[in-house]
């Protein structure tokens, strides 16, 4: 639950002024004091905050700060600048108002921290990411650099803002940060020159010659040692707790952020040294023949190595120290320049230099920061200009700084003052108008256009003839003799003429912040801010890209007769734009105050503070927000804040807020007069009656503390009783949960112990039944195969014993009739009895055996070798020739089955088997072969009808046979005929006789032992047929051509035997040569016949496959 809180809780003194009570200076200081004493430094004044410069360091802008103040109303928590910055963050955002920050105060009150804490609020609410976060970091880094070049020690403030500032940051929609623009109004350059006791120049004169490195300053041509330079006042060259090296190296890393180049840089450190340079310019008086005197630089190094510095050239410059050209219309006038001139003339190049080098610094900065998008911004001003100084010495700068100030005050009155009144009018509260000082009056005395001091100064220094301060003086004098806040000792206002504290080269201005001595020396030089055109040409001239830049009036090409704009009108017109734009936007003010001159913490000059008071208008400020109503607030926070007041608004009410405040108020009985109803706010008359109310919130909160304790801490121990109770219950269930389960499991487990008892006891008993069923079958199974068994037994030993019976009784009975018969025939037969039985015997025996015999007789197949087995061993002679004489008898009943012509065959059968049994390989194979004899059918076929014609005898054979050519062992084709007398050969395709050989010429026939058909038929020696010579013929039939051949020889009437050779080499007679044939066993390479080959004229080799 969000704690809310309200700037009324835990008060120190007050935190709103407006309620304070009673309102009078001394508890408007008092109040302060107190604060100021408890480091409470804020404290409001409605919206407006007044800051109090603590001159210490408080804890209060840590980030947690920071978060505290976020998106939180600006009366919800104690004063701070914070809720300041947020609300003008939060309606910038959220109601698209731009706003500005007016910080004002004397020098030293803390507006530039002030500034610097509203920036870095703003930077730490708005929006994230790497973008945005850049343009923030630029932001924000901008301040140290304009501080190192804007900023000196004063004797009123270390870190005195010597220029006016104002920053426009720019948000988009979102309220994130764009980027900004920087607006710098009138540097104090007279600074640069000269400072006052016990003040300082520009901290970055300080910063370079401390921080930089050797290397750097030898660069630069610089010497570290400050009393070296006569710009740097040696007073307070060093300032307690401030170390220039490390501001040095500050503004170093801070322009790299903004994003200036390292070249940039270096020319800015460039023209910084060249100042402290021209400061050390010194002159010398030289006589002219014309009698005037003409200034001379006394040591040139100096200019020698700023020249250097700023690549000018050395006779350049020197001659702008000693002349001066005068332009008018076409003329053109050199006059000399004398001592005065001359160091008038350096201290106003040094001025320009540093003030147009700042210049540049800060358009430089905005070219870094400026925002990329065109679209429309939201801005948030933040304005944090030098303070109102009052010096024992004032001169035109404060005048300009008060002035400015001055204008700050009248916005200021104007703005708190209308936008209360209008506060009221939107409100629809009646107003009745507070007098207050209005400062306008002291603004029109400065910058009235017609009698105006600026006006008046600016008269004077475009007046031609002589014009010098006193002449202004004098003029003032006239003119502003009657104003009220115009105070001079030779005005005609007679009433100053013996004020001894008004100098008579004075003038004094009650200003709204008090009375000012502006002592009027170097009025009007300062205004007109004259540079020599010789000078600003001469810088025009220099060789380095910034110094052209700063002075482009040193142009020759553009020169421009005109006189430059003074200073003050140039202030005047800038600050007139600043204040169009505040107008524009919604203020927030910071009303800064310094407790003390020491500048130290813990000091609060009741005197001091008195005077701030009483100048920044803050009674008045207090009286116009208290004229009508002291305090106001929006219905819904003021009816949250109090509504525990009433019983009806407590604790929630249901209808409008308003509603609700009238009810709270008139049941409070506040008097009517004390408070009024706005249109959205409740104003309150008289802060007693707001402490009243807070009194009693106050009570009603500590009864209310009790009443929460007491509903709290009996909630809560309900709440734990409850839920101890709910645990309880909880816990119980669970453990009966927890018991019922294990006695379940345990009855569980005991029934499936009896269970599983019982099914075993059970599937036992029934297994013993069937076990006994079995057995019980099994036995009956024996029992009766037993008795079976016994039973067939029985019968079978009965019936054995019946056959035996039988079987004995014919015994007995075969010998009982052997006996009967032997007894009957003893008497007959007894000399020869024993040989008839046994001859008996043996004849029943053959008997037996020849029956026996003949119905296991063995098939009539000549070639079946089987023959039943003998009965008995005595007959086994017989039994074997019986065997063979059975053969015998088969084999000649099987051949008288035989015809004349099959008798022929198997007689040739026989005899080939005589010839060629176990002698010649080829004979198995012509065994199954019948003997057939005309193989060519040479009776039918026509082809061969001559060739029979021819044969005169019974063709016996006729067959294809193969003629071995000699020459190369080749078998041709013939027709083989045999006949009882001769043998033909015949072609086979003709049928024409090739030979015939009668065979009473054969002498013998040659065989091989082998498998093959090769058979030489030789003939007798002196026969007719050997003169062609001997046959070497082959035939697959050679068994039957040879076998036929030899039958005939061996059946013919001369008995011509024709003898068989078998043999595997025999010599065959070609004609006239013998020629050996050999027969080889062997693979013969033409496929699986018989080859022949011729090996030499004497050799034919015959290789035979061995089968
Ligand atoms: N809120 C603060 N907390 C701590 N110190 C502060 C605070 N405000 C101001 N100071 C101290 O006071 C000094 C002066 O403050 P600052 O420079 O802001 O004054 P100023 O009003 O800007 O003066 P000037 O008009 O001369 O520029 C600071 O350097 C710082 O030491
Ligand atoms: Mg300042």
Known sequence: MEVKTSLLDNMIGVGDMVLIEPLSEDTFIENLRKRFEHNEIYTYIGSVVISMNPYKSLPIYTAEKVEEYRNRNFYELSPHIYALADEAYRSLRDQDKDQCILITGESGAGKTEASKFVMSYVAAVCGKGQEVNKVKEQLLQSNPVLEAFGNAKTVRNDNSSRFGKYMDIEFDFKGDPLGGVISNYLLEKSRVVKQPRGERNFHIFYQLLSGASDDTLKKLKLDRDFSKYNYLSLDSATVNGLDDAACFRTVRNAMQIVGFMEDEVQSVLELVAA??????????????????????????????????????????????????????????????????????????????????????????????????????????????????????DNSFEQFIINYCNEKLQQIFIELTLREEQEEYIREGIEWTNIEYFNNAIICDLIENNKNGILAMLD??????????????????????????????????????????????????????????????????????????????????????????????????????????????????????????????????????????????????????????????????????????????????????????????????????????????????????????????????????????????????????????????????????????????????????????????QNIRSSALVVQSYIRGWKARKLLRELKHKKRCEEAVTTISAYWHGTQARRELKLLKEEARRKHAVAVIWAYWLGLKVRREYRKFFRANAGKKIYDFTIQRIMQKYFMGLKKTMPSMSPVDKSWPARPYGFLDGMHQELRRIFHLWRCKKYRSQFTEEKKATYEEKLAASELFKDKKALYPSSVGQPFKGDYVEITKNPKYQKLNSLVEDKVLLADVVSKINRANGKGAPRIFLLTKKSLVLADQKTGQVKASVPLLDLSSVSVSTQSDGFFALKLKEGSTSAAKGDFLLSSDRLIEIITKLHRIGAASAERNQINIDISDEFLVQFKQDKVCVKFIPGTPKNGNGVACKRKNNRLLEVSVPSP
């Open 275 to 392: 100042v402290l340079k021209l400061g050390n310019l010194e002159f010398k008086p030289e006589s002219r023949c014309n009698g005037f005197d003409e200034s001379r630089i006394k040591d040139k190094n100096d200019l020698k190595e700023m020249c250097e510095l700023l690549g000018i050239e050395q006779s350049v410059l020197e001659r702008a120290f000693s002349f001066r050209t005068v332009e008018a219309k076409m003329e053109k006038v050199s006059t000399t320049l004398n001592v005065a001139q001359a160091y008038y003339a350096r201290d106003a190049l040094a001025k320009n230099l540093y003030s147009r080098l700042f210049s540049w610094l800060v358009n430089r900065i905005n070219e870094s920061i400026k925002a990329q998008t065109k679209s429309r911004k939201k801005v948030m001003g933040v304005l944090d200009i030098y303070g109102f100084e009052i010096f024992e």
């Open 459 to 744: 008269e004077e220094c475009l007046r031609p003839g002589t014009v010098t301060d006193e002449t202004f003086l004098d003029k003032l004098n006239t003119v502003c003799a009657e104003h009220q806040h115009f105070e001079s000792r030779q005005s005609k206002n007679s009433k100053f003429l013996t004020d001894h504290s008004l100098p008579h080269n004075c003038f004094r201005i009650q200003h709204y912040a008090g009375k000012v001595l502006y002592r009027v020396e170097g009025f009007v030089d300062k205004n007109n801010d004259l540079l020599y055109r010789d000078l600003s040409q001469a810088m025009y001239k220099a060789n380095h890209s910034l110094i052209k830049i700063l002075f482009p009036e040193g142009n020759p090409a553009k020169v421009n007769l005109k006189r430059p704009l003074t200073a003050g009108f140039q202030f005047r017109a800038s600050v007139g734009t600043l204040m169009k734009n505040l107008l524009t936007k919604n203020p927030n003010y910071i009303r800064c105050i310094k407790p003390n001159d020491k500048k130290a913490a813990h000091i609060f000059t009741d005197s001091l503070v008195c005077h701030q008071v009483r100048y920044l208008g803050l009674m008045e400020n207090v009286r116009v927000r208290r004229a009508g109503y002291a305090f106001r607030q929006a219905y819904e926070p003021c009816l949250e804040r109090y509504k525990m007041l009433c019983k009806q608004t407590w604790p929630h009410w249901k209808g409008p807020a308003r509603e609700g405040v009238e009810v709270l108020l008139k049941n409070l009985q506040v008097p009517a007069e004390e408070f009024a109803y706005g249109r959205s706010k409740i104003f309150i008359r008289n802060p007693r009656t707001l402490f009243f109310l807070e009194e009693k919130r106050r009570q009603c909160l500590e009864d209310l503390a009790t009443l929460i304790q007491k509903i709290y801490r009996g909630w809560k121990c309900r709440t734990h009783f409850l839920l101890l109770k709910k645990s309880q219950v909880v816990v119980a269930a669970w453990y009966r949960r927890f018991a019922q389960q294990k006695k379940y």
